[in-house]
């Protein structure tokens, strides 16, 4: 049994596991991939306090992990297939274990969402990915889809290396924030193609994306597609009434959204932090903090609730 498990190691779940651990208590941390989150997709972090000339996503998500190495953090690297409780226990299932915990802190971060085109699953995984952490290496061309701050950011950071870039938006304008639209303007091997919508695509030798483009088809051929077309909460694992009671909330909002205080009331002893709760909010201090503040509510509630634990 304990205390707190924490699930995800990207900015939310290190800051909630370090002060915890600072605060005596000894936290599970489990990752299933490398701790980061989506800081190994980001190709210049400019606005989290200390870097003032920036830091690279991958050196911030190193600086990250050290710092729980330092701070003697329990990390365990498997993947969370289900979490359920029963009798004030939480039950996280695992691929490799099965271990309870008096609290849990979900920080799993986001899903991408799919275009919802034909041939679109049967490609991903081989000529179309959804985080660029997962693109093979050296690659000469690109077919970024869409238009915020992921897509921008992406593609920058593809055009390090890449030969060719071509970003693809539907609307007449991008919709991530102007200082990364004005550096992919700058940027020779990045092409912007506005009012574009793609409607299917085919794996050959490489990757063809039929397009809508003003009333016109068009044909988009590169090396591999890039689909940045925003993400949705990572709350699959949950079960039962976990799931049943974040829906609840998320239907009854005057505002048509997850509630985020509700959300952590909701079930005693669930807390939620980062971009898993934080919709289009999402940025490294913002899960940071979150992270830290999902820690003291934890350390609170074990204070305050130990006693239903026998």
């Given at each position: ?21 600072r605060s005596g208590i000894e936290p599970l941390l489990l990752e299933k991939d490398e701790a980061g989150g989506l800081l190994l997709n980001a190709n210049l972090v400019e606005n989290y306090p200390g870097f003032p000339d920036g830091v690279s ?254």
């Amino acid at each position: 049994m304990y205390d707190v498990v924490v699930i995800g190691a990207g900015p939310a779940g290190t800051s909630a596991a370090i002060q915890l651990k600072r605060s005596g208590i000894e936290p599970l941390l489990l990752e299933k991939d490398e701790a980061g989150g989506l800081l190994l997709n980001a190709n210049l972090v400019e606005n989290y306090p200390g870097f003032p000339d920036g830091v690279s996503g991958e050196i911030l998500a190193e600086t990250f992990s050290k710092h729980l190495k330092n701070a003697g953090v329990a990390l365990r690297k498997e993947a969370v297939k289900k979490i359920f409780r029963e009798k004030n226990v939480f039950h996280i299932v695992t691929n490799k274990d099965e271990v309870l915990a008096k609290c849990v802190i979900l920080a799993t971060g986001t899903l991408p969402k799919k275009l919802g085109i034909p041939d679109e699953m049967d490609i991903a995984g081989r000529k179309l990915f959804y985080e660029i952490k997962d693109l093979p290496a050296n690659t000469d061309t690109f077919m970024v889809i869409g238009g915020g701050d992921i897509a921008f950011d992406y593609a920058l950071n593809l055009s390090k290396t890449a030969g060719k870039i071509d970003i693809i938006i539907r609307g007449a304008i991008p919709k991530c924030i102007p200082v990364l639209s004005e550096k992919a303007e700058r940027k020779a091997n990045i092409k912007i193609h506005y009012r574009t919508i793609p409607f299917s695509m085919k794996e050959e030798k490489n990757i063809v994306v039929k397009c809508n483009a003003e009333g016109k088809q068009k044909n988009f051929v590169s090396d591999y597609v890039l689909v940045a077309v925003g993400r949705i909460p990572n709350i699959e694992m949950l079960e039962g009434a976990l799931k049943d009671g974040l829906v609840a909330v998320s239907r009854t909002s005057n505002i048509g959204r997850i509630n985020d205080e509700l959300k952590d009331c909701s079930v005693p002893g669930l807390f939620l932090a980062g971009d898993v709760k934080n919709e289009d909010f999402r940025q490294t201090g913002i899960s940071v903090g979150d992270g830290l503040m999902s820690a003291m509510k934890a350390v609170r509630f074990l204070r305050g609730k130990h006693e239903d634990y026998g």
